[in-house]
């Protein structure tokens, strides 16, 4: 396998499971966690930072607005830039390095449209049905009873992620269009789908 | 092959060709412009009247809404009804009925929709970046010089479709989530792709 594989998806869909797998599977690097990691070490800014900021945009249209006009036109990144666009920055940067030591698999974090100009990547999105979802959530916090809830911080952990992707990206997370491949994991389930994917990597090697 | 295989796409994505072909494969019914001919029959609406309305929701909003409402008390539809809704009510229909006769591949007109409380159904769409999809329609209109031309019938196209799909589904033309699976068509190409549907059709039905 020589490509990097981007990986976006809903919250509870399997998605980090999937390229767990497919990373797995290939013998290639994982990031999620790691990667913020990563960059945090790299731009000097402490861990603990990154962890409160990552796929966040909690400022307001108008104070992004701002600071956003200002981020472009500055030279010295990661020191007078709101916390999370320095967060971005640094991850968007180490994203590229990661990429260019070889195959690996990228979950979330706009990697997609970081490494946007390579021609080796692969885009995916992984999707599921509601219920489904929620199911895989109450495994995952077996202590949250209450499935309205549950159902809630699905919908607000997906709109964060669209707000954060939708803001930096040119692209609209979650729509068809924006990756290469999408699909739904109940189909095929966890193993089925990363069998799938395979084979579409392995087509796009040939 | 025992599915119903529903295949949304995007104008030049090439979403009818790659239908063709697999309904070749698995030696299934392919139905588009013939299901509409069905619809007609059936409805008992002449055929021109059909061609005319396909796939295109001309109505004001507040003349929809209007209209909408009138249709769901009305007990005897094709008759009464503003012709887009006639047309759709009549596809309707015949799109389950044919889904009753067996497996087979349907583009377009909802179909994905129509046939929601069905288990043996795959939810598909296929897309394509936009230089892709204008190399493909100069293709289709050799006579058509004006790239910008050919960008704008695209634009256009997918907004119609999209339109229409909004317009009569709870779901979202082109977002990942209303489908099983979304596949960007240059990346395999269309055999390519073909392949990768079959794939995910052979699983799915195993």
Chains 1, 2 share one sequence.
């Not at 966040?56 to 020191?79: A, E, I």
């Not at 995916?124 to 309205?148: G, H, M, Q, T, Y």
Request: hydrophobic share 35%; proline share 2%; charged share 30%.
């Amino acid at each position: 396998m020589n490509s990097i594989i981007t990986i976006g998806r809903q919250f509870g869909s399997g998605g980090r499971e999937i390229g767990e797998k497919i990373a797995a599977k290939y013998n290639v690097k994982f990031y999620d966690k790691d990667l913020l990691k990563r960059a945090a070490k790299e731009s000097g800014l402490c861990h603990e930072i990154f962890e409160n900021n990552d796929e966040k945009n909690n400022g307001s249209f108008l104070y992004n607005l701002v600071t956003d006009t200002y981020s472009f036109g500055y030279t010295s990144p990661y020191v007078e830039l709101p916390l999370s666009h320095k967060v971005f920055l640094a991850q968007f940067d180490t994203i590229k390095k990661i990429a260019e030591e070889g195959p690996c698999v990228i979950v979330g974090r706009c990697a997609d449209y970081a490494l946007s100009e390579r021609k080796d990547c692969l885009n995916l999105f992984i999707n599921a049905p509601i219920e489904d979802r929620i199911e895989r959530i109450k495994l995952k916090f077996p202590a949250e009873k209450d499935v309205s809830k549950i159902k809630d911080m699905i919908v607000k952990t997906d709109k964060s992620r669209a707000n954060y992707y939708n803001y930096y990206s040119i692209k609209k997370w979650g729509r068809a269009d924006t990756y290469d491949l999408c699909i739904n994991s109940s189909i095929l389930g966890i193993d089925g789908s990363v069998e799938l994917i395979s084979d579409f990597i392995d087509r796009f090697n040939r």
